[in-house]
């Protein structure tokens, strides 16, 4: 008798049960990663301090700054010369809890600091077949790499800190079958915004989502990483992808990837981990890629997106949606194309690692940014940095007249100073267009970063198909 | 640890809009803090304040009669977005006991839940005489699992574990904790993978 077909989840979740679900209580599931920030951590360390808990695995714990901190080099003035004091006091308690409870931390200037989605997989933490889990919803970056990943709240932040596991209701599954090939000018950020608008922001809600087909497929590791990422504005627990060869190359040699008879050990049980052949899940959609175009968000949920050269819809009866437009000052029927911005943003955890800062600086190369247009360039982390310094990819951001920034999550959520003035108007490669995201009264376009990147040389929205 | 909660009483508070994410019940330049209270303030601040910081008298939270609800109706998909538990802390800080809406996002669920903060997720009919009656009378009985407006009632789905926690005002931590044995027996058998 041959066993019952599983699904990718179905194997992760089965292979993380500590205790089962019961009628009455849910199942306890193991953490293999804990990835830990400012923000949403302090009073889960408060909880530990009250209950006389010690961290279980620390060792299965990094911290890092990413939400709060300045991206503007300091010039001197120290890395945290640009901080609010109540800021200032939130990276201090982080850095206490690290010291008191023995936790790797990559503070500002640190080698392997950035943002939490984007140091993980690029130092080889995140892997195939583990569970992740981090306080930040874009956790579902992770399952890129075939991992079960998803964002907590704090209380959950204290629960994995002192017993390492969760007690969690099983999510459904839900296969999203991608089929086609992305067109040319047309990226993952793309992809996954089309897919946003097609099924809805809360068409994963309850589900743990496998992105599957020729399309996903075809994918790099990191265009892998921004369509999960954005699996948690369509409502999804959890986003993955199965892992394949390019999740191996991606993983070869990094920092903490296995190595020698370790890695060979890992890979056979990677090999092991894609859905197999029959499996069942709750739900599939389906959904064509070889028709998309560049997308751009018009309203204030990243379900309201259209294809960059198609007008505003009517919102008829609906009132969220006469709302999203009144807030963003737009009306049914017209064309984004050409429209006048007054900021640039590229960064945030869906599109700041260096394919991302390649594809921009193809668009920035030999032009210029107008002078009435503010254009910040925020790389994903430290080593994001680095290779793209190397590349030669900021002398023609800075030539073309953005800003140079260090890594954080910067504009993407307005914390650390990096905010849109009231009425202002965004073209961003981040993940929110929600109301005063970006600052309050801002107001965003989402897009890849060839769309904002050819918004940031002409001032206006534009197809990148054309500066490509 | 959070009281138990078996009944609610109050009238309601609504705000008619879907996707009501967690950057408007929070906005994140008040996530700097480190304690858990005195949040409330800020609920909804840009909603609720202008640019100066004076209330906004049209908005549903700062009309007279919106004083003392602890009930709030909102539409579909209702705390999405961003994970921050200081959406329930601010809800709850600002005196609501129980967000009612036709759907809620995972996590947000999850964390109101450990919060004492009761989602309850209704049908559309249900939905929509509570948006019609703003300000109505609303009793929610959490052991029986329904929501009664008038002589109309409706069930709402709550996990067993849930309810539970919630009657009892249960703390998971330490049911977790409890789990000890199972843990370690965990780590012993998958010692070594990577």
Redesign the interface.
């Known amino acids: 008798m041959s066993a019952k077909p599983l699904t990718l989840f179905e194997k992760l979740w089965d292979a993380h049960i500590?205790?089962p679900a019961t009628?009455?209580?849910?199942a306890?599931l193991?953490v293999d990663l804990h990835l830990v920030h400012e923000?949403?951590s302090?009073?889960a360390f408060?909880?530990l301090r009250e209950?006389g808990?010690k961290v279980?695995r620390p060792e299965r714990t990094k911290a890092t700054m990413d939400?709060?901190i300045p991206t503007l080099p300091s010039n001197g003035g120290g890395p945290f010369a640009a901080v609010?004091a109540?800021?200032l006091?939130?990276i201090g308690?982080l850095e206490r809890n690290c010291r008191e409870f023995g936790i790797e931390l990559y503070p500002p200037g640190h080698e392997r600091q950035g943002i939490v989605h984007v140091i993980a997989p690029e130092l080889g933490l995140s892997?195939p077949g583990m569970t992740i889990v981090c306080?930040?919803?874009h956790t579902s970056t992770h399952g890129a790499l075939g991992a079960l990943a998803f964002?907590?709240?704090?209380?959950?932040v204290?629960?994995v800190l002192?017993?390492?596991?969760?007690?969690l209701?099983r999510?459904k599954t839900l296969a999203i079958d991608v089929g086609g090939r992305v067109p040319a000018g047309v990226t993952a950020k793309d992809l996954v915004l089309g897919l946003i608008a097609r099924l809805g922001?809360?068409c994963g809600?309850?589900h743990a989502a496998e992105f599957r087909g020729e399309a996903i497929r075809a994918l790099s590791m990191e265009e892998r990483m921004t369509v999960c990422n954005m699996a948690v504005?369509m409502?999804a627990?959890a986003g993955m992808v199965a892992p394949d060869e390019a999740t191996y190359q991606y993983l070869a040699g990094r920092p903490f990837s296995?190595k020698g008879a370790?890695w060979d050990?890992?890979l056979a049980?990677w090999r092991k981990l894609p859905s197999d052949e029959g499996a069942v899940f709750d739900r599939e959609e389906s959904f064509d890629a070889g028709s998309l175009a560049p997308m751009i968000s018009y309203g204030t949920?990243p379900?309201m997106a259209i294809p960059i050269d198609h007008a505003v819809p009517d919102p008829g009866s609906d009132?969220?949606l006469q709302?999203a437009l009144g807030y963003m000052g737009l009306v049914p029927g017209e064309r984004l194309l050409g429209r006048a911005i007054d900021v640039v943003f590229i960064g945030s955890c869906t599109n700041s690692r260096i394919s991302d800062l390649r594809l921009a600086a193809r668009v920035f190369a030999g032009r210029r940014v107008p002078s009435s247009l503010k254009v910040l360039v925020v790389p994903g982390s430290r080593q994001v940095k680095r290779q793209a310094e190397a590349e030669g990819l900021d002398r023609i951001f800075r030539e073309a007249g953005a800003e140079w920034r260090d890594p954080g999550c910067s504009m993407c959520?307005?914390?650390n100073g990096d905010r849109l003035e009231?009425g202002q108007y965004a073209v961003a490669t981040s993940n929110?267009n929600?109301?005063?995201?970006q600052g309050?009264?801002g107001r965003t376009f989402l897009a890849s970063p060839a769309t904002a990147a050819a918004a940031a040389v002409s001032g206006r929205i534009t197809d990148p198909r054309e500066l490509l | 640890m959070p009281e138990p909660i078996r009944r609610l009483e109050s009238k309601t508070v609504v705000l008619p809009i879907d996707n009501i994410d967690t950057d408007q019940i929070i906005p994140a330049r008040f996530l700097t803090v480190t304690t858990r209270q005195g949040l409330g303030p800020r609920l909804f601040a840009d909603w609720r304040y202008d640019a100066e910081g004076r209330p906004r008298p049209e908005f549903a939270l700062n009309r007279p009669q919106a004083a003392g609800a602890q009930v709030l109706v909102a539409g579909h998909n209702f705390g999405c977005g961003s994970s921050r538990e200081h959406a329930p802390w601010a809800l709850a800080d600002a005196g609501f006991k129980a967000v009612v809406a036709t759907s809620f996002a995972d996590i947000f669920r999850g964390n109101a839940l450990k919060n004492g903060l009761l989602p309850v997720q209704v049908d559309q009919k249900t939905h929509g005489k509570l948006l019609a009656a703003p300000g109505a009378l609303v009793v929610i009985d959490v052991e029986a699992q329904t929501i009664a407006l008038g002589s109309h009632s409706a069930p709402f789905p709550l996990a067993p574990f849930a309810r539970y926690c919630l009657l009892q005002g249960v703390d998971e931590l330490q049911f977790l904790l409890s789990q000890e044995p199972a843990i370690a027996a965990y780590e012993a058998r998958h010692a070594g993978e990577v």
């Open positions: 500590v205790k009628a009455e209580t849910p306890t193991y923000v949403t302090p009073q408060s909880v209950r808990c279980r939400h709060a609010t109540e800021a006091a939130q308690e892997r306080g930040d919803s964002g907590i709240g704090t209380s959950q204290a629960h002192a017993s390492q596991c969760l007690l209701e999510p922001t809360g809600t309850g504005e409502g627990r296995p370790a050990a890992a049980r949920s379900g009132a969220s709302k959520l307005a914390m009231p929110r929600f109301e005063g995201r309050s009264g």
